[in-house]
């Protein structure tokens, strides 16, 4: 198991996650019917996530494994922490594919964060455009330039 919290690196407020896991057999189907219905889903459980610059499930190498990569505001424990309270359900059948994944899921938290670090890889280049934004800080300077936009138009 990797040490606790070394592997990810952060920037500024940005912290990066790649994880790479084993598929179960059949899992790949499976999985794309998850990710394909989360993906469409206007009310995807995702976005009850409010940290995430980006995230990424992708499955690899001839339907045997699934790559995960987000960035992400703040640390790894309270990232993963919010998975497991705020979307347990989108997180078990994302990684409920996947080999060893816990039988409690994410709400078991110690037993997820032992198997997230344990399929954790070290991310050999981590670049983040604006390291000291956050999420938060990010929507809030697209919603003055929105303000800003009409007023510009009705003066114009």
Not at 48 to 62: E, L
Not at 80 to 86: A, M, Y
Not at 102 to 110: K, L, T, V
């Amino acid at each position: 198991m990797p040490p606790p919290d070394t592997i990810s690196k952060t920037i500024g407020v940005v912290t990066e996650l790649t994880v790479i896991a084993p598929l179960k057999e059949g899992g790949a189907a499976r999985l794309r019917q998850v990710l394909g219905s989360l993906q469409v889903n206007p009310e995807s459980p995702i976005k009850q996530i409010d940290t995430i610059h980006f995230a990424r499930w992708v499955i690899i190498d001839n339907d045997t494994r699934l790559l995960f990569t987000s960035n992400f505001d703040g640390s790894l424990e309270a990232y993963l922490r919010d998975f497991s309270i705020k979307t347990p359900q989108g997180m078990d059948a994302i990684f409920g594919n996947c080999e060893g994944y816990p039988a409690g899921g994410c709400q078991d938290f110690e037993a997820f964060k032992q198997y997230v670090r344990c399929h954790q890889v070290v991310t050999d280049l981590f670049y983040a455009a604006y390291p000291e934004s956050t999420v938060k800080a990010v929507k809030k300077a697209l919603e003055v330039k929105a303000l800003a936009d009409q007023i510009i138009e009705k003066l114009s």
